[in-house]
């Protein structure tokens, strides 16, 4: 038993996470300047999201769609009237000293996240979905010197709230990759934690087992990919579950994970909102969401993750773990879905995106791509030939391997070459004889009962038709010719 395993007998982990979603559009929330990455430094700003005095923010009404659309997805409740606030703290990525958000009046209120942990369906509920402005990034050189880049602050986010209900660092982690699913499938945020444009913070407390009472609980930041965010809770529990066996008390506070230590330290004392002096925003007017804007955003809104995964598993009849793995990345569903919509049989489609195209993308979002190598059309078109019984399971695999390196289709590769499946019944049955009769010794030990020598001479037969031969036809030819038959 690990020593994770050991704390988790004595005591259960309470897990709330925060996730800030940057939201796809073009410029930023009250400015105009571009909300893009990955541009030189200080390039894209503007005097609002500068904070200049005198400067007064414009809404980005293309945000509050994006997070009314999220609301809708999760099951929350929409606030038609909504205010932003002054969020007051001080620090260099920060030059108003203060963050336009949301506090007592979010956007949205309530719904939901459901998703799979090991095949089991959970469900954690929701406190709210508020918008809110980003800060700058502060830049530390090596030297000791720091520069702050500011073509982040202003960029529009949605802070993602969740009530504590998660239980273990693996349930935080695919908690955190169904809302990034989720936000991808609508199109509202790319999902590029390397990027930061998908970041989580984790509260994280213990309780003794049958204490109802939530313990000191910590905030974990900086978490950038799933591994993280299990990693750091995982130190976390353990780190205050040996301060709790020792009769220590937990701090209440901010801490930084820091992946190359695999540790987390120590970064401030946890603000209370009282310490950030919240009041309305005086220079915005109240959000007003009015009835036409609500319907457009609900008729907008796409086939969601799980309930393409009820499709998958109910009407196309896919075992739960392979409609979990197609819904995961958009562009996989819709790869699959295009090859099922071009003829292929949904169950042979799935085996073949999820054994074959998965294994040869080093990023499933490739999937998407206009020029990849096999074009669903292509792939179901190979899937059939298969099913057919044209191309045997292992020249199927053949030419799915030359079509992705050749860029060429199943049907040019067997004509070119031909490498259609044998099925002729006397071409096989002399194959068969010729086998068996060239292995007089196998033939008698087989008959004397080493039935396992079934696979020596299908073998052999395979060699003996450069493997085009239905293995199907010479399993029951050689069967009847060593008398099994």
Known sequence: ???????????????????????????????????????????????????????????????????????????????????????????????????????????????????????EARSVRLVRIHLEEDAGKNLHAAAGVSFVDYNRAGVPLCEIVSEPDIRSAEEAAEYVRAVRALVRYLGICDGNMEEGSLRCDANVSLRLRGVQAYGTRTELKNM???????????????????????????????RLWDASRGITAAMRSKEQAHDYRYFPEPDL??????????????????????????????????????????????????YFDATVAAGAVPKRAANWVINEVLARVDDPRRLGDADLPIAPAALAELVALVEKGILSGKLGKDVFARMWTERRKAGDIIAAEGLAQVSDSGALEEACKRVVDANPDEAARFRGGKTQLMGFFV???????????????????????????
Request: charge should be neutral.
């Open 1 to 119: 038993m690990s020593t994770l395993e050991k704390h988790l007998q004595k005591y259960e982990v309470v897990i709330g996470l925060e996730i800030h979603a940057q939201l796809a559009t073009q410029s930023k929330i009250f400015s105009w300047s571009s909300a893009a990455f990955g541009a030189d430094p200080n390039t894209h700003t503007d005097p609002v999201c500068l904070g200049m005095p005198g400067t007064l923010p414009v809404l980005n009404h293309a945000a509050v769609d994006s997070a009314v659309r999220l609301g809708l997805a999760a099951g929350c409740k929409i606030r038609q009237r909504c205010r932003f606030s002054r969020k007051h703290y001080f620090y260099p990525d920060l030059p108003k000293g203060f963050q336009i958000s949301q506090f007592d009046e979010p956007i949205c209120d309530g719904g939901a996240i459901t998703f799979r942990l090991r095949g």
């Open 459 to 485: 073998g052999a037969v395979m060699k003996e038709t450069s493997g085009k031969a239905n293995p199907k036809s010479v399993n029951e030819i050689l069967r009847r010719l060593l008398g099994q038959g």
């Open 224 to 254: 950038n990919s799933f591994k993280n965010v299990r990693d750091a809770i995982e130190h976390e529990i353990k780190r205050q579950a040996e301060l709790l066996d020792r009769g220590e008390r937990i701090i209440q506070e901010t």
């Open 285 to 334: 007017p109240p959000l007003v969401v009015d009835d036409a804007a609500l319907a457009a955003a609900r008729k907008s809104l796409p086939e969601l993750p799980e309930d393409r995964f009820a499709r998958y598993t109910i009407a196309s009849g896919l075992s739960p773990q392979d409609a979990g793995v197609l819904v995961a990345e958009k562009e996989i569903a819709a």
